[in-house]
T-cell receptor
Framework: GQNIDQPTEMTATEGAIVQINCTYQTSGFNGLFWYQQHAGEAPTFLSYNVLDGLEEKGRFSSFLSRSKGYSYLLLKELQMKDSASYLCAFMDSNYQLIWGAGTKLIIKP | DARVTQTPRDKVTEMGQEVTMRCQPILGHNTVFWYRQTMMQGLELLAYFRNRAPLDDSGMPKDRFSAEMPDATLATLKIQPSEPRDSAVYFC????????????FGSGTRLTVV
């Protein structure tokens, strides 16, 4: 079967670093996505990993280990505007997205 | 920036009425998804089109929901008759089939059925 899991909620401090983990199980894999969603808004694309390793994009980095079915999103130099939900999703063999329930990130001053 | 356009932005309707939501995908994108999002369920896939052909609508209650792509610039999601439990935000997203550039979401239609 297929499943994907991420923590429901995390809290971090402004200026700090936070890592949001995502684990998944699937027989067919065509990449892993991270999206950011602010309350009341649409999800916006952050990153896509299809090969193992770390992809860095400014303050945000995403890591993938296909053998472990594991990814994380790393947010550095946290800002208050980073308070949002972070959704991970993998693409299965039919190029369909399987979504996690999202991690609500709360940033405290 | 290219964007996915959804209309209407907000819709309040009475139970039993027909609701039609529209989506204009980004020009050149060949894959379109319709999702429903609620606090309880997160993002639920309702329908999925590639090159205008429906690939998966197993998540959609077929007795009342229908999704079509009459042409490459328009995708529609219809609910008839609507029920209070259909109240949610409905998102359309478009992209290329391999998804390497990510899928772009529209702003959503917030549907309230009273």
């Amino acid at each position: 079967g297929q499943n994907i899991d991420q923590p429901t909620e995390m809290t971090a401090t402004e200026g700090a670093i936070v890592q949001i983990n995502c684990t998944y199980q699937t027989s067919g894999f065509n990449g892993l996505f991270w999206y950011q969603q602010h309350a009341g808004e649409a999800p916006t694309f952050l990153s896509y990993n299809v090969l193992d390793g770390l992809e860095e994009k400014g303050r945000f980095s995403s890591f993938l280990s296909r053998s472990k079915g594991y990814s994380y999103l790393l947010l550095k130099e946290l800002q208050m505007k980073d308070s949002a939900s972070y959704l991970c999703a993998f693409m299965d063999s039919n190029y369909q997205l399987i979504w996690g329930a999202g991690t609500k990130l709360i940033i405290k001053p | 920036d290219a964007r996915v356009t959804q209309t209407p932005r907000d819709k309040v309707t009475e139970m039993g009425q027909e609701v039609t939501m529209r989506c204009q995908p980004i020009l050149g994108h060949n894959t379109v998804f319709w999702y429903r999002q609620t606090m309880m369920q997160g993002l639920e896939l309702l329908a999925y089109f590639r090159n205008r052909a429906p690939l998966d609508d197993s998540g959609m209650p077929k007795d009342r929901f229908s999704a079509e792509m009459p042409d490459a610039t328009l995708a529609t999601l219809k609910i008839q008759p609507s029920e209070p439990r259909d109240s949610a935000v409905y998102f359309c997203a478009s992209g290329l089939s391999q998804g390497t550039g990510g899928y772009t979401f529209g702003s959503g239609t917030r549907l309230t059925v009273v």
